[in-house]
């Protein structure tokens, strides 16, 4: 799903003689698409003792509208030394506060940044930005102008977005006899994306490598040990003078070629077409982390496969085996990490914190692999961190050591479970 963004703003307004101060969040895409029903919870910093949380204490948790907006009314009094934070978990916090000079204003701006695009067609930038009116309604009649050219108005709820060209801008937001500007930067434009080189062609399939690649892995190797129990060949193998430890390695050789030969032929091939058609040829030291990472998603893969296989008792149960694993590691792991620690008051921006959580995902094989190629990643041209997990936190050897053990602790406990079985 899109990145979801929450702009929050102050709002002041006057209701039946009573002024209220509001704080009012809104939740939507980067393309301004709102979303409701989706929880933001409500933070109070500045008159308190100790946080109860990362963001400060809890006050309220609210729900989206229908057009993605959340409001909660502080009261009528205000402390200009208390300011109030949203948060939608985990991704997206804003705060406000009811400094003295909001009174000077007639509109707050949230949510504002220039933003590059890329995609098979080409790349561009674009600057969006959320206006409020300091009443705490949606800023429609506010008037926006780039370079001294009035461009347009915000949206039904607020929100503005614009094409920009290359270099520096200048962004005029206007209303009521009150205006601010500020800079806007357009990124260098570029072709289809290949033309960046195979570097960034590789960084761009990263995220779909690891999601990919264990599917193939778990479709060819989850019922290699357990169809044949099932269908009674397994005992006749057994029963021949052939070691347990080369009837494992035949099975776990025969699945990884299977995955192995088609994907690192394909990865090649498109590695050496991007070179071809861009003239920019890949890294040498990323391009063979890249592979070695397939390489040890398969094996890793193809390991847990064959360890679950040999203690089903039928292919059914295989079956399970193989789509909870790939749904722990692809999709729940890493989140369910973060969760923990947030939960046991550990604080986001702190580095302790993510020190931590980027140990815990080296028990994750999917987040490993991007820890292998965020070690290796090229650093030139500002593009190179796009979906990879940086290492400044964790040390190289930690990575190497805990890729080592991914392939020795599952390889050492299928051997085990297999002669039980066999013996058995």
Same mark, same amino acid.
């Given at each position: 799903?899109?990145?979801?963004?929450?702009?929050?703003?102050?709002?002041?307004?006057?209701?039946?003689?009573?002024?209220?101060?509001?704080?009012?969040?809104?939740?939507?895409?980067?393309?301004?698409?709102?979303?409701?029903?989706? @929880?933001?919870? #409500? %933070?109070?910093? +500045?008159?308190?003792?100790?946080?109860?949380?990362? =963001? &400060? *204490? /809890?006050?309220?948790?609210?729900?989206?509208?229908?057009? @993605?907006?959340? #409001? %909660?009314?502080? +009261?009528?009094?205000?402390?200009?030394?208390?300011? =109030? &934070? *949203? /948060?939608?978990?985990?991704?997206?916090?804003?705060?406000? @506060?009811?400094?003295?000079?909001?009174?000077?204003?007639?509109?707050?701006?949230?949510?504002?940044?220039?933003?590059?695009?890329?995609?098979?067609?080409?790349?561009?930038?674009?600057?969006?930005?959320?206006?409020?009116?300091?009443?705490?309604?949606?800023?429609?009649?506010?008037?926006?102008?780039?370079?001294?050219?009035?461009?347009?108005?915000?949206?039904?709820?607020?929100?503005?977005?614009?094409?920009?060209?290359?270099?520096?801008?200048?962004?005029?937001?206007?209303?009521?006899?009150?205006?601010?500007?500020?800079?806007?930067?357009?990124?260098?434009?570029?072709?289809?994306?290949?033309?960046?080189?195979?570097?960034?062609?590789?960084?761009?399939?990263?995220?779909?490598?690891?999601?990919?690649?264990?599917?193939?892995?778990?479709?060819?190797?989850?019922?290699?040990?357990?169809?044949?129990?099932?269908?009674?060949?397994?005992?006749?193998?057994?029963?021949?003078?052939?070691?347990?430890?080369?009837?494992?390695?035949?099975?776990?050789?025969?699945?990884?070629?299977?995955?192995?030969?088609?994907?690192?032929?394909?990865?090649?091939?498109?590695?050496?077409?991007?070179?071809?058609?861009?003239?920019?040829?890949?890294?040498?030291?990323?391009?063979?982390?890249?592979?070695?990472?397939?390489?040890?998603?398969?094996?890793?893969?193809?390991?847990?496969?064959?360890?679950?296989?040999?203690?089903?008792?039928?292919?059914?149960?295989?079956?399970?085996?193989?789509?909870?694993?790939?749904?722990?590691?692809?999709?729940?792991?890493?989140?369910?990490?973060?969760?923990?620690?947030?939960?046991?008051?550990?604080?986001?921006?702190?580095?302790?914190?993510?020190?931590?959580?980027?140990?815990?995902?080296?028990?994750?094989?999917?987040?490993?692999?991007?820890?292998?190629?965020?070690?290796?990643?090229?650093?030139?041209?500002?593009?190179?961190?796009?979906?990879?997990?940086?290492?400044?936190?964790?040390?190289?050897?930690?990575?190497?050591?805990?890729?080592?053990?991914?392939?020795?602790?599952?390889?050492?406990?299928?051997?085990?479970?297999?002669?039980?079985?066999?013996?058995?």
């Amino acid at each position: 799903s899109p990145l979801l963004d929450l702009a929050v703003h102050p709002g002041i307004r006057n209701e039946s003689g009573t002024v209220h101060y509001l704080v009012i969040g809104w939740l939507a895409d980067q393309r301004g698409v709102p979303r409701a029903g989706i @929880g933001v919870s #409500v %933070y109070r910093q +500045g008159d308190f003792g100790p946080p109860t949380s990362p =963001y &400060g *204490m /809890l006050v309220e948790n609210l729900t989206t509208n229908a057009t @993605g907006f959340v #409001v %909660y009314d502080s +009261g009528t009094t205000q402390d200009q030394n208390v300011s =109030y &934070g *949203m /948060l939608y978990l985990p991704y997206s916090f804003g705060t406000a @506060g009811f400094y003295p000079g909001l009174l000077n204003r007639t509109f707050t701006v949230g949510r504002m940044m220039s933003s590059g695009y890329s995609g098979p067609g080409g790349s561009g930038s674009f600057f969006s930005l959320h206006v409020m009116t300091l009443d705490g309604y949606p800023g429609t009649g506010v008037n926006i102008s780039v370079d001294g050219n009035l461009s347009d108005h915000p949206n039904e709820n607020g929100f503005f977005v614009t094409p920009i060209g290359e270099g520096q801008h200048v962004v005029e937001v206007s209303y009521l006899n009150y205006s601010e500007t500020y800079p806007a930067i357009g990124v260098t434009q570029g072709g289809p994306v290949f033309q960046n080189g195979a570097d960034y062609v590789l960084i761009l399939l990263a995220g779909l490598l690891q999601l990919v690649v264990p599917i193939m892995s778990i479709a060819i190797s989850f019922d290699a040990i357990a169809r044949e129990r099932a269908q009674g060949s397994l005992e006749l193998l057994l029963a021949r003078r052939v070691r347990r430890e080369g009837i494992l390695a035949g099975k776990f050789l025969g699945a990884f070629a299977s995955v192995a030969i088609p994907t690192v032929g394909v990865l090649l091939g498109g590695i050496a077409l991007v070179t071809a058609l861009s003239g920019r040829s890949p890294t040498g030291g990323f391009a063979a982390t890249t592979l070695g990472g397939v390489l040890f998603l398969i094996a890793v893969y193809v390991l847990l496969m064959l360890l679950f296989s040999s203690l089903a008792k039928s292919v059914g149960t295989a079956v399970v085996f193989g789509v909870v694993t790939w749904l722990i590691f692809s999709l729940l792991f890493s989140f369910l990490a973060f969760l923990l620690l947030f939960t046991l008051g550990g604080r986001v921006f702190d580095p302790g914190f993510y020190t931590t959580l980027l140990t815990i995902y080296l028990f994750d094989p999917n987040t490993l692999f991007q820890l292998m190629l965020g070690a290796t990643v090229p650093t030139t041209g500002g593009q190179g961190s796009v979906g990879i997990v940086p290492t400044g936190y964790i040390s190289i050897p930690a990575i190497v050591i805990a890729a080592v053990l991914w392939i020795a602790v599952p390889l050492a406990l299928t051997v085990l479970v297999f002669r039980k079985k066999a013996e058995g």
